[in-house]
C-alpha cells in the first residue's frame, strides 16, 4: 500500500494507505482466451499500481446483472471503481494511460530488502 511509512517499537514498518486502490472488475465468461489474458495483465499492472483485481463469472448472480447493465458485446467485461473501461480484448495502451492518469503507484520501502519486502506485512 501507499501511505505515510513508520516504524514500531519493535522495529516493524507500518504503512498507512493515503490513497484507496482503484477496483478493477472483470467479468469472465467459460473457455474465454480474452478472460485469461485480462486477469494476466491487470495482476501484473497490480505490481506497480494500486488496484484491486476482482474476477467475477458471467455465470454467478453479480456477473449476470453486470452484463446485463453494461451489455458488453464480447468478453470479459472490465470495469474500474464501477464504470464501464472496455469489453473484449484489454487495450493495453487505454489501460496504461488509465493507470498513469488515476492509479496510484505502488512504493516499495527503500529499508526493506527483498526478501524482507516478502514478509512485510
Not at 522495529?11 to 486502490?21: L, M, N, R, Y
Not at 468478453?75 to 473484449?88: K, M, Q
Not at 492509479?103 to 527483498?114: E, G, H, N
Request: aromatic share 4%; hydrophobic share 35%; proline share 7%.
Amino acid at each position: 500500500m501507499v501511505g505515510t511509512s513508520a516504524q514500531t517499537n519493535r522495529g516493524d514498518h507500518v504503512t498507512t494507505p493515503t490513497a484507496p486502490a482503484l477496483t478493477v472488475t472483470v467479468v469472465t465468461a467459460n473457455a474465454c482466451h480474452h478472460c485469461h489474458d485480462a486477469i494476466d495483465v491487470l495482476m501484473k499492472n497490480a505490481l506497480s499500481y494500486q488496484i484491486d483485481v476482482r474476477e467475477v463469472p458471467s455465470s454467478c448472480a453479480e456477473g449476470r446483472e453486470l452484463i446485463a447493465t453494461h451489455r458488453p458485446p464480447m468478453s470479459p467485461l472490465v470495469l474500474i471503481n464501477g464504470e464501464y473501461f472496455s469489453s473484449g480484448r484489454l487495450p493495453r495502451k487505454k489501460l496504461r494511460d488509465y493507470l498513469n492518469a488515476h492509479a496510484t503507484p505502488v512504493v516499495v520501502d527503500s529499508d526493506l530488502t527483498p526478501q524482507a519486502a516478502r514478509h512485510h506485512g
